[in-house]
């Protein structure tokens, strides 16, 4: 069943750039993966802090090699001391 991943990150004040830099290195990779569907990430209209990612994948089992990868590790570890929250992600199927 295909999945969808939504992820929220609020960057800290001064932070907004580190994050946005971030998103962009982690996109084309991903993209290149086995099992992803699309990959966007996006920063809202009304918050210059807050940014999102949105991905479709073939299913779970690819979200969870996607995990696993260097880029995925990398990004993580880079992304985590720029906002204000623990990782936000979730995990949806498509309601049709």
């Known amino acids: 069943m295909e999945l969808f991943i939504f992820a929220r990150f ?5 932070n907004e750039a580190g994050v ?9 990779p991903t ?6 569907l699309s990959i ?3 920063r809202s209209n009304r918050d210059s802090r807050l940014f ?12 969870d090699n996607h995990v ?4 995925t ?9 720029l906002v204000d929250h623990e990782l936000d992600t979730t995990r949806a199927n498509l309601i049709e």
Request: some cysteine; overall charge negative.
């Open 10 to 14: 609020h960057a800290l004040p001064g």
């Open 20 to 28: 946005a830099s971030a998103l962009r290195k982690v996109i084309a």
């Open 73 to 81: 590790m990398q990004f993580v570890e880079e992304i985590q001391p």
């Open 68 to 71: 696993e990868q260097p880029h």
């Open 40 to 42: 966007h990430a996006f």
């Open 31 to 36: 993209r290149q993966e086995p099992g992803c």
């Open 52 to 63: 999102y990612i949105h991905s479709n994948w073939v299913d779970e089992a690819a979200f």
